[in-house]
C-alpha cells in the first residue's frame, strides 16, 4: 500500500508513524519498549517544533499551544503520564493533514505491529502472558501483555479500516466477512467478550451507514451526538450507586458481567477522589496479588488525568459528532459512537497509540476539517472554558 504525501505532511506522518510503532511495543512483553518509546516522544517533540516553524504561526495558536503543553506538564506531574503531551503534540501537528492519511499510516504500522509481537511470540524470543477466568477459560495474549489489549488494537485498526473503505466508497462485502472471522479468533483465543462484540458491531454499523436514507429520527439524531456523554453518564451513575448501595443484587450481577470492573471504580472514587488536574493513581494489573486497575476509559480520565480533561474531551468529541449529525453524515458520529461503547470497558480512549481518532480534531475529514479558530470560538460560545 502506498501512501503518497507530500514533504509537510511527511514531517508529520513519519514521526507519527514512529511513535506509534513505540508506543504499541509498550503493550507487549518486549524488554525495550520503553526506551523505544521515550526516543520517540523526542522525536516527536523535535518535529513539532519543526512543524510549526514551517506553518503560519499566529500569537493565538503559540498561547495556546504553550498553555496546552504547560498543562500537559501538569498533568504529568500530577498523575504522572505522558498521555497528555503526546496527544497534544500529534493533535497540533495534525492541523491541515488529510486525516485519511493518519488513518491509512495508522492502520498500517499498527497492522504491522499485531503481525510483529505476534511472530516474535511463535519465534520464542518473548512470552505469552497467560491468563485464566475463573471457569477455566484460557486467554492468549501472543506477546502482548494482556489479551484485552491485543483485542483492543485489533478493533481500533478495524475501526480505521472501515473509516477509510467507506471514504473511498469500498465494497464493504469482503469486510463483512473478514470483520466476522477475526472478531470469532478474537473470541476463541483471547475470550475478549467486549473486544468480539465491538468487531461485529463495525459490520452492524457499516450496513447502518449504507443503508439509512433521509433525515434521521430524533432519537438516532440524540444517540449520535451525544453517545460519549451518555455512556459516561451510565458508568457515572451506576459506580455511585455501587458506593451507595454495596451490596444491591442488580449492581452486583452487573458488576460480575462486567468482571469486577464496576467495583475497581468504585474502588477508586472511594480511595481517591475527583481532581481538577489528575492525581497519580497505581494501576496493578493481572498477576499481581493486590490488583487494582481502573478499566473503563471514563472513569480512568476522570480519576487519572481529571475532571478539567474529561470535560474537554467528552466536549470536543460531541461537538464534531454533532455537526457531522447536522449535516446529516453518519460516518463520523458513528465511530464515536463505537468508540464510546468501547470506552465503557475499554481503558483505550485517551491512548492515541489505540484511538487514532483522537487525531482529527484539527486534521481534514472529508474534505473539512475542525480548526482550531473553530474550536476556541465554540469554547468561548458556549462558555464551558473561559479563554483569557
Known amino acids: 500500500m502506498v501512501i503518497r504525501a507530500n514533504k509537510k505532511e511527511l514531517c508529520y506522518l513519519l514521526p507519527f508513524g514512529f511513535f506509534i510503532f513505540s508506543s504499541l511495543l509498550t503493550y507487549s512483553t518486549i524488554p525495550t519498549g520503553r526506551i523505544i518509546i521515550n526516543i520517540a516522544r523526542v522525536v516527536l517533540i523535535l ?37 497528555m ?110 473486544g468480539t462484540i465491538c468487531i461485529l458491531m463495525l459490520i452492524v454499523c457499516s450496513i447502518y451507514i449504507t443503508h439509512r436514507k433521509g433525515n434521521l429520527l430524533k432519537i438516532e439524531k440524540f444517540i449520535l451526538s451525544y453517545s460519549l456523554i451518555i455512556f459516561a453518564a451510565i458508568i457515572l451513575i451506576l459506580t455511585h450507586l455501587y458506593i451507595i448501595f454495596p451490596y444491591s443484587p442488580v449492581l452486583t450481577i452487573i458488576d460480575k458481567t462486567l468482571s469486577a470492573r464496576l467495583y475497581y471504580s468504585k474502588m477508586g472514587v472511594i480511595f481517591y477522589g475527583y481532581s481538577l488536574f489528575g492525581q497519580k493513581i497505581e494501576m496493578r494489573g493481572a498477576g499481581y496479588e493486590d490488583y487494582f486497575f481502573i478499566d473503563s476509559s471514563y472513569m480512568n480520565i476522570i480519576l487519572v488525568y481529571g475532571i478539567v480533561i474529561f470535560a474537554f474531551v467528552l466536549y470536543i468529541f460531541t461537538k464534531i459528532a454533532r455537526a457531522k449529525v447536522e449535516e ?28 487514532v481518532f483522537l487525531l482529527m480534531f484539527l ?14 470560538r465554540r469554547l468561548k460560545k458556549d462558555g464551558r472554558i473561559l479563554l483569557q
Not at 66 to 73: C, Y
Not at 115 to 134: A, M, P, S, T
Not at 328 to 350: D, K, R, T
Not at 363 to 376: E, Q, V
Request: glycine share 2%; proline share 1%.
Open 85 to 194: 503531551l503526546d496527544v497534544s503534540l500529534l493533535v497540533f501537528g495534525a492541523e491541515k493533514i488529510d486525516f485519511k492519511k493518519i488513518a491509512k499510516v495508522y492502520r498500517m504500522v499498527a497492522s504491522f505491529t499485531i503481525i510483529l509481537i505476534i511472530v516474535l511470540y511463535f519465534l520464542g524470543i518473548i512470552k505469552d502472558n497467560l491468563y485464566f477466568r475463573e471457569d477455566g477459560t484460557a486467554r492468549h495474549s501472543f506477546g502482548f501483555i494482556y489479551a484485552t489489549d491485543l483485542a483492543a488494537l485489533i478493533f481500533y485498526i478495524l475501526l480505521s479500516d472501515l473509516y477509510i473503505a467507506f471514504t473511498e466508497k469500498r465494497n464493504m462485502l469482503i469486510r463483512y466477512a473478514l470483520y466476522f472471522l477475526i472478531a470469532s479468533l478474537v473470541l476463541i483465543f483471547c475470550d475478549a467478550r467486549l
Open 328 to 355: 446529516n453524515e453518519l460516518l463520523i458520529p458513528i465511530i464515536i459512537f463505537l468508540i464510546a461503547v468501547n470506552s465503557f470497558v475499554g481503558q483505550q480512549m485517551f491512548d492515541v497509540a489505540y484511538n
Open 363 to 376: 486534521a481534514y475529514t472529508n474534505n473539512d476539517r475542525f480548526n482550531l479558530n473553530r474550536i476556541l
Open 47 to 83: 518535529f513539532s517544533l519543526l512543524n510549526m516553524c514551517q506553518k503560519e504561526l499566529t500569537l493565538k495558536k503559540l498561547i495556546t499551544f504553550t498553555v496546552i503543553v504547560a498543562f500537559s506538564v501538569l498533568i504529568k506531574i500530577n498523575a504522572d503520564y505522558w498521555n
